[in-house]
């Protein structure tokens, strides 16, 4: 038996049942079990993007049942491919898990091998949850910039959606490589010392760049930007962007929309650019997950997150959703 939430159609928030793995995965026989392995699920996280699957939120399950959850660290009980073996200890984020293939948020997982890494040396299995898809995208997005030229010493580099898990993570890789980070937040007041503690140098209140008067360009400010906002929050970003900048988008919070102009870009040589963590090829997985082994501070990381029992998750899905949840939230499991 296995205990897992599962959403079992449109528009339904998920339900915590405990049945039989063939119930969940199917039995052998009529399921195309090749390429993958079982997990004995260790930790887990709670993200945005589960918040939204958990409470039956359009756009994030594609397929139903599905077992939320675009996060797992596991122990390997079964596999069918030839890198994995009984015993092991594994990660996956993203490659489609808690949207169209089941998730992490359950007791057992079956997971696609391809897109499955090693635990990384120096990192438990609740550091590596903590990381998680928020700290593999910040990751992303800082390579991101670093790739495009973005040096320290260029000038300040944004992050927006600050307090919340992928903001709170690019704050403290970024700070780590020696940039001036500056730490966007609707939370300014209440967790500015949280922020200032994750390397931010200073906290600006986000309704400064909510506001739609100002223009496609406007004072030059940022070398560069990570963004989880989208929305009029990423239009200003572009607009305060110095000549040669680059804005990383990785975000919706705010909204899908981009009410801008093509003038920080034909004026100011500013590049857009994204993360996803979905889709992101096993070379990029692979220095991604290096990198964050090698340069995040663990102290850090363990005083951002927050930890929670498996009965907690639908609670903590409802508060991600309003925007309560500072930094990351692991979830213990068994
Ligand atoms: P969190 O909820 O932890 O963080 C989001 C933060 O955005 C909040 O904490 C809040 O920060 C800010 N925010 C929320 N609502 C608004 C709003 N209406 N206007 C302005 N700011 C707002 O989520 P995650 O960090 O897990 O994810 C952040 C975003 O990134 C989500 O949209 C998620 O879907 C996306 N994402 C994308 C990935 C990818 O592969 N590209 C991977 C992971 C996440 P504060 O209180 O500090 O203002």
Same mark, same amino acid.
């Given at each position: /038996? ?24 199917? =039995?052998?026989?009529?399921? =195309? ?18 918040? /939204? ?85 910040? /990751? ?13 010493? =260029?000038?300040?580099?944004?992050v927006t959606g600050a307090a919340g898990g992928?903001g709170s993570?690019?704050i ?9 980070v500056v730490a966007s937040s609707g939370r300014a007041e209440a967790e500015g010392d949280y922020l200032r503690r994750l390397g931010a140098a200073r906290v600006i209140d986000r309704s400064v760049l909510a ?10 400010? #940022?070398?560069?930007?990570? =963004?989880s906002v ?23 919070a ?34 991604? #997950? ?10 850090l990381?363990?005083s951002l997150t927050t ?9 903590v899905?409802?508060r991600i959703l309003a925007g309560e949840v500072r930094g990351r939230t ?5």
């Amino acid at each position: /038996m296995s205990r897992a939430y599962l959403v079992t159609e449109k528009g339904a928030a998920a339900e915590l049942v405990d049945r039989d793995l063939s119930e969940i995965f199917g =039995d052998d026989e009529s399921a =195309d079990t090749t390429g993958t392995v079982d997990l004995e699920v260790l930790a887990t996280s709670v993200n945005y993007k589960d918040g /939204m699957a958990l409470t039956g939120r359009p756009g994030i399950v594609r397929r139903y049942p599905l077992v939320p959850g675009i996060d797992v660290v596991g122990r390997v009980t079964a596999s069918r491919a030839s890198a994995f073996s009984i015993g092991d200890v594994v990660l996956l984020n993203g490659d489609g898990l808690g949207e169209t293939r089941h998730g992490g948020l359950a007791e057992h997982a079956r997971v696609r091998a391809d897109a499955l890494l090693p635990l990384p040396e120096g990192l438990t299995p609740e550091q590596a949850a903590a990381i998680g898809t928020a700290g593999f995208t910040s /990751m992303l997005a800082v390579l991101a910039l670093a790739d495009a030229g973005v040096e320290p010493d =260029d000038g300040e580099v944004l992050v927006t959606g600050a307090a919340g898990g992928v903001g709170s993570i690019a704050i403290a890789l970024l700070a780590g490589r020696g940039y001036s980070v500056v730490a966007s937040s609707g939370r300014a007041e209440a967790e500015g010392d949280y922020l200032r503690r994750l390397g931010a140098a200073r906290v600006i209140d986000r309704s400064v760049l909510a506001d739609d008067e100002g223009g496609p360009l406007q004072k030059a400010t #940022w070398a560069g930007a990570v =963004d989880s906002v989208g929305s009029r929050t990423l239009a200003t970003v572009l607009a305060q962007t110095r000549y040669g900048g680059t804005v990383v988008a990785c975000g919706l919070a705010q909204g899908s929309d981009l009410p801008t102009t093509v003038l920080p870009f034909i004026l100011r040589s500013v590049t857009l650019t994204g993360a996803n963590s979905v889709e992101a090829p096993r070379a990029l997985r692979e220095r991604a #997950w290096a990198a964050l082994a090698e340069e995040l501070d663990l102290e850090l990381l363990d005083s951002l997150t927050t930890t929670v029992g498996f009965e907690d998750v639908p609670a903590v899905a409802e508060r991600i959703l309003a925007g309560e949840v500072r930094g990351r939230t692991v979830v213990r499991v068994g």
